[in-house]
């Protein structure tokens, strides 16, 4: 499985951007597409999830309200709308894939097996 994501870019506070994460190769229609950051000096943080199957969500507290998961079958391909955004959203953001047979709290980030390269989003006047 290959991961692509897309959609980063520079923004000013309280803009939009939507990110995309598209899969090749092996494509899997179920298990957990999860959305993570990491902005320079700091952890790889959680941000969001969706089920590709039944299509339930997660999101951390940050994104909640402001950021929507969905997920595009057909294409393989699962969106990260964002909203609102703050200058401390700025940071890489990268897409990862876990199998169905992964458990565990859809945030762990040891639980996802696949990871794209990721996208760089800079909130900034």
């Known amino acids: 499985v290959q991961l692509q994501a897309s959609g980063g870019g520079l923004v000013q506070p309280g803009g939009s951007l939507r990110l995309s994460c598209t899969q090749s190769g092996r494509t899997f229609d179920s298990g957990l597409m999860g959305w993570f950051r990491q902005a320079p000096g700091k952890e790889l943080e959680s941000v969001a999830a969706?089920?590709?199957?039944?299509?339930?969500?997660y999101y951390s507290d940050s994104a909640r309200g402001r950021f929507s998961v969905s997920g595009d079958t057909d294409k393989h391909t699962v969106y990260l709308q964002m909203r609102r955004l703050k200058l401390d959203d700025s940071a890489v953001y990268y897409c990862?894939?876990?199998?169905?047979?992964?458990?565990?709290?859809?945030?762990?980030?040891?639980?996802?097996?696949?990871w794209g390269r990721g996208t760089l989003v800079t909130v900034s006047s």
């Open positions: 969706i089920g590709l199957s039944a299509g339930f969500t």
């Open positions: 990862a894939l876990r199998r169905p047979t992964n458990g565990g709290s859809w945030s762990a980030t040891s639980t996802y097996e696949y």
